[in-house]
């Protein structure tokens, strides 16, 4: 069974970076055609998607947020991290990892972990 878990500092300060990682256990993320997302929520826009690294290791990024967004990965330890660079209060959302396979929605979903960026 395919499980993913967020976890990170809560509290982040502007303009630092918020960078939660996803562990992901009963599958590799090397795994071929599975793409590793991020995704957030906030109440006024709802879910967003950020972008993925692929079981190749490249990445993805959505062009709201790519000039301020890496993800990147650790295979030793089947783990995946964003890293979201000046941040600033309106990046306060509930954080998802997700696995997406080629052409599908995501099926697999971290609970989330709440970050809040405050001074």
């Known amino acids: 069974q395919v499980q993913l878990q967020e976890s990170g500092p809560c509290l982040v300060k502007p303009p630092q970076t918020l960078s939660p990682t996803c562990t992901v256990s009963?599958?590799?993320?090397?795994?071929?055609?599975?793409?590793w997302t991020w995704i957030r929520q906030t109440p006024g826009k709802g879910l967003e998607w950020i972008g993925y690294?692929?079981?190749?290791?490249?990445?993805y990024y959505s062009p709201s947020l790519k000039s301020r967004t890496s993800i990147s990965r650790d295979t030793s330890k089947n783990q995946f991290t964003l890293q979201l660079s000046s941040v600033t209060p309106e990046d306060t959302a509930v954080y998802y990892c997700?696995?997406?396979?080629?052409?599908?929605?995501?099926?697999?979903w971290g609970q989330g972990t709440q970050v809040t960026v405050s001074s």
């Open positions: 690294i692929a079981y190749s290791g490249s990445t």
């Open positions: 997700a696995r997406e396979d080629y052409g599908s929605s995501p099926s697999y």
């Open positions: 009963g599958g590799s993320i090397t795994t071929n055609y599975h793409y």
